[in-house]
């Protein structure tokens, strides 16, 4: 009889540890549970930010909220040949002027982007606009938002086009020239 009774106390002991263990896993599971729905609540709150912001997206690509200056149809740029007589025959440049002009026309149709900088700063990018784009300059000035190279073509967060990503595009569709200055440089965290 004691040996049936310490069994049944043995047998009870392991009973109540495996109800304590599957209790712990209950609760463990539990804890996973909810752990799994945050995710998956977060996960539906992040396709509906998602799916938002391409909405807004797609409202900002409808129309730019703030459109390029037009260009007079009749303005072109100077064709190469002419440059040197143009610059040549002004009378808003210097000598000294129109040698730097000139370097930076060779620069920038060369594929380079000079960076102009200084009080005449933009009165040279007026001049450089006239000659190489027939007037039309698209300027953007940077902010803190300006964070990589990106952002120069859309805006963060809702991925509106910035004046330069209207610039290009109106270049790809027309085939016409712009002049593009990205100004206050030294405000994106990056510095570019």
């Keep these: 009889m004691e040996k049936t009774r310490d069994a049944l106390h043995e047998s009870h002991r392991l009973k109540g540890e495996e109800i304590e263990a599957l209790s712990e896993d209950v609760g463990r599971l539990t ?29 900002a690509n409808d129309g730019p909220s703030f459109p390029l200056a037009t260009v007079s149809p009749n303005a072109r ?20 002027g129109r040698r730097g002009v000139a370097r930076l026309a060779a620069l920038m149709l060369g594929g380079g982007v000079p960076v102009v900088d200084g009080p005449e700063a933009g009165d040279v990018l007026d001049i450089l606009s006239s000659m190489l784009a027939g007037g039309a300059m698209t300027s953007f000035d940077c902010d803190p938002t300006v964070i990589s190279y990106e ?42």
């Design 77 to 96: 740029p100077l064709p190469l040949g002419e440059i040197a007589d143009w610059l040549k025959a002004s009378q808003l440049l210097t000598d000294a």
């Design 151 to 192: 952002d120069l073509w859309r805006r963060p967060g809702a991925g509106a086009p910035t004046q330069v990503g209207l610039a290009l595009s109106d270049v790809q569709k027309t085939g016409g020239v712009r002049l593009c200055a990205i100004r206050r440089a030294e405000f994106s965290p990056s510095g570019f």
């Design 31 to 59: 804890s996973e549970v909810a752990d799994r729905k945050a995710d998956l609540d977060r996960l539906l709150r992040m396709e509906e930010v998602l799916r938002s912001s391409g909405e807004r997206a797609k409202v």
